[in-house]
Structures are given as C-alpha cells and as structure tokens.
C-alpha cells in the first residue's frame, strides 16, 4: 500500500495536533506522533489487505478520522 498526503492533509493533521495541545496538555511533537498513530491505525491493521492500493490522506479523511476524538476534550486525553 502506497500512503499519499496531500498538502492540506498534511496541515489539517498539524491543526488538529496543534488543537489538541491547546486544550489538552502541550507535550509538544509528541503530540503529532500520536495524532499520526490514531490516523493510520486503521490502516496499519488493514495495508496487508491492502497491498497495491494508495490511499490519498487529505484534508477530508483526516477530519472523518480524527476530528470527533480531537474536539471531544475528554476523550482527546485518553486517546490522543
């Protein structure tokens, strides 16, 4: 599997680190890494099924994969 980000894929997932940090605790670019772990998760578990595939990372699939979990403050602690 081929992963493609795109450049307002790549800002929406240093927004929502950058969110995240603000309301939560700031630990800074740790942050980013597991902002970047919950958004391939789901395609980690699935690249072998996957093989041949690029999946296009923008904008649109960072926000329906991370931006319930990054407004909900209480969650965004646990989670991200």
């Given at each position: 599997?081929?992963?493609?980000?795109?450049?307002?894929?790549?800002?929406?997932?240093?927004?929502?680190?950058?969110?995240?940090?603000?309301?939560?605790?700031?630990?800074?670019?740790?942050?980013?890494?597991?902002?970047?772990e919950k958004l391939l998760?789901?395609?980690?578990?699935?690249?072998?099924?996957?093989?041949?595939?690029?999946?296009?990372?923008?904008?649109?699939?960072?926000?329906?994969?991370?931006?319930?979990?990054?407004?909900?403050?209480?969650?965004?602690?646990?989670?991200?």
């Open positions: 599997m081929t992963i493609d980000f795109t450049d307002d894929g790549i800002r929406a997932v240093a927004r929502i680190a950058a969110e995240v940090n603000g309301q939560v605790e700031n630990i800074g670019a740790r942050r980013l890494q597991t902002v970047m998760e789901s395609l980690s578990f699935d690249a072998e099924e996957r093989q041949g595939e690029t999946v296009v990372i923008d904008a649109a699939y960072v926000d329906r994969e991370l931006a319930s979990i990054a407004r909900n403050t209480d969650l965004s602690r646990f989670v991200l």
